[in-house]
Nanobody, 123 residues
Framework: QLQLVESGGGLVQAGVSLRLSCAAAGRSCSSHAIAWFRQAPGKEREFVAGIRWSGANPNYADSVKGRFTISINNAKNTVFLLMTSLKPDDTAVYYC????????????????WGQGTQVTVSS
């Protein structure tokens, strides 16, 4: 069983940066890809960014492309999401998720989920 624990969320002003971390406990090699999703109040959970544990095939939602960067540290079994130029629309609970397959845009593709970390961006 792979367990994912997110951290790094908080309340910030628009325009600043924030880095989220997701630590994978267990055998991360049991999953081939790791991703970040977010869910704002009243909205469905949406894909933000994903990457293979090898570092290959990074993918980003259009809404965050150029502002967010996903990266991994395989030695520490940790995935990061560096968020810059944060906007109020980025406010959401951010979840990391792992897939036994590859990077996908649908939440249904992912087998393991963290509990989420709240990111609130004020204007």
């Amino acid at each position: 069983q792979l367990q994912l624990v997110e951290s790094g969320g908080g309340l910030v002003q628009a325009g600043v940066s924030l880095r989220l971390s997701c630590a994978a406990a267990g055998r991360s090699c049991s999953s081939h890809a790791i991703a970040w999703f977010r869910q704002a109040p009243g909205k469905e959970r949406e894909f933000v960014a994903g990457i293979r544990w090898s570092g290959a095939n990074p993918n980003y939602a259009d809404s965050v492309k150029g502002r967010f960067t996903i990266s991994i540290n395989n030695a520490k079994n940790t995935v990061f999401l560096l968020m810059t130029s944060l906007k109020p629309d980025d406010t959401a609970v951010y979840y990391c998720a792992a897939s036994r397959l590859g990077v996908g845009f649908s939440a249904s593709v992912y087998d393991y989920w963290g509990q989420g970390t709240q990111v609130t961006v004020s204007s």
